[in-house]
């Protein structure tokens, strides 16, 4: 190997490399977008439970009716929240599953561009 195969072989392995962080980064892109959805929705159900808890106050005719209402949407949202948690355990698991994917995926190539190389 001469020193232009050789600079052909770093180029080639540079450009590759490029394309795999480039790869890399549009998969965390992609994550982070569900991820930051998923917590506007964690958001909006608290916001919509404080919203509910305020009406409860203006609106409850005594303290039995605040209380039980209370005791209501509290549950409702203990149910609503062990429902989210269930849905960002799947997400977090797929996550896992799409970046273990990704490193296979890769160092296989990279294993395969290192044979080439060394047998030349």
């Given at each position: 190997?001469?020193?232009?195969?050789?600079?052909?072989t770093?180029?080639?392995?540079?450009?590759?490399?490029?394309?795999?962080?480039?790869?890399?980064?549009?998969?965390?892109v992609?994550?982070?977008?569900?991820?930051?959805?998923?917590?506007?929705?964690?958001?909006?159900?608290y916001?919509?439970?404080?919203?509910?808890?305020?009406?409860?106050?203006?609106?409850s005719?005594?303290?039995?009716?605040?209380?039980?209402?209370?005791?209501?949407?509290?549950?409702?949202?203990?149910?609503?929240?062990?429902?989210?948690?269930?849905?960002?355990?799947?997400?977090?698991?797929?996550?896992?599953?799409?970046?273990?994917?990704?490193?296979?995926?890769?160092?296989?190539?990279?294993?395969?561009?290192?044979?080439?190389?060394?047998?030349?």
């Amino acid at each position: 190997m001469n020193t232009t195969d050789s600079l052909k072989t770093v180029n080639e392995w540079t450009n590759k490399n490029v394309e795999r962080m480039t790869s890399f980064g549009e998969l965390n892109v992609r994550l982070f977008e569900k991820l930051a959805a998923r917590q506007m929705d964690a958001m909006n159900l608290y916001m919509d439970h404080s919203m509910r808890l305020m009406k409860l106050a203006t609106e409850s005719k005594g303290y039995n009716d605040l209380f039980k209402g209370q005791v209501e949407a509290t549950k409702e949202l203990s149910e609503r929240v062990m429902a989210e948690s269930k849905a960002g355990m799947q997400f977090f698991g797929e996550a896992r599953d799409d970046y273990r994917v990704w490193v296979e995926k890769n160092l296989s190539e990279v294993s395969e561009d290192l044979r080439k190389s060394v047998a030349v």
